[in-house]
């Protein structure tokens, strides 16, 4: 598999969905069965390691119940 270089934006965007995903109680399953992604691929973006398509993170803010710029936002 191709290393994917570390970006500062991805790890946020892991943090969150981890933090969402949680706070419901959500196992990555569930969340990749509500945003119609592949549960491996979603494993993958939590652990900052894939890229992800802006039509990707609004499924999963979507299926979240949270506004997308939400996942991207660094606390």
């Given at each position: ?35 119609g992604l592949n549960r491996t ?11 992800i398509s802006v039509d990707n ?19």
């Open positions: 598999m191709k290393r994917t270089p570390k970006s500062q934006l991805r790890d946020v965007l892991a943090r969150n969905l981890q933090l969402h995903r949680a706070e419901r109680g959500w196992s990555q399953e569930r969340l990749a069965l509500e945003s691929y979603l494993s993958a973006v939590e652990r900052s390691e894939q890229n993170i609004a499924r999963l803010a979507a299926a979240l119940s949270v506004d997308a710029w939400v996942l991207l936002k660094a606390e």
